[in-house]
């Protein structure tokens, strides 16, 4: 499955990025998608999923980062505003084909390429 994010680069503390993932045409048959980042050597955590329009976030970035997708789940965004340093990481789209949608990374079978974010 190609998951294809765009959408990363710099900004300074407060400013807002938009993060895409271009799905291919049957991610229609993905029960969930979401977005997880990694800082190099940490975990990788679950910042925002998204289900049939229900979504579910991060505490840390509650009220800062929406997702949201395309009827046809064809695209999949997060508006990430009032950014802080520690949001900087490698962000990650992630599909998951059938299950709960949780921000666990674990569950899901389907990843971009990751695309970095740096806030400073």
């Known amino acids: 499955v190609q998951l294809v994010e765009s959408g990363g680069g710099s900004a300074q503390p407060g400013g807002s990025l938009t993060l895409s993932c271009a799905s291919p045409d049957y991610a229609y048959e993905f029960d969930c998608m979401g977005w997880f980042r990694q800082v190099p050597g940490k975990g990788r955590e679950g910042v925002a999923v998204?289900?049939?329009?229900?979504?579910s976030y991060t505490d840390s970035v509650k009220g800062r980062f929406t997702i949201s997708q395309d009827n046809a789940k064809s695209n999949l965004y997060l508006q990430m505003n009032s950014l802080k340093p520690e949001d900087t990481a490698t962000y990650y789209c992630?599909?998951?084909?059938?299950?709960?949608?949780?921000?666990?990374?674990?569950?899901?079978?389907?990843w971009g390429q990751g695309t970095q974010v740096t806030v400073s």
């Open positions: 998204i289900t049939d329009g229900t979504t």
């Open positions: 992630a599909a998951r084909r059938r299950g709960s949608c949780l921000l666990d990374w674990t569950l899901y079978e389907n």
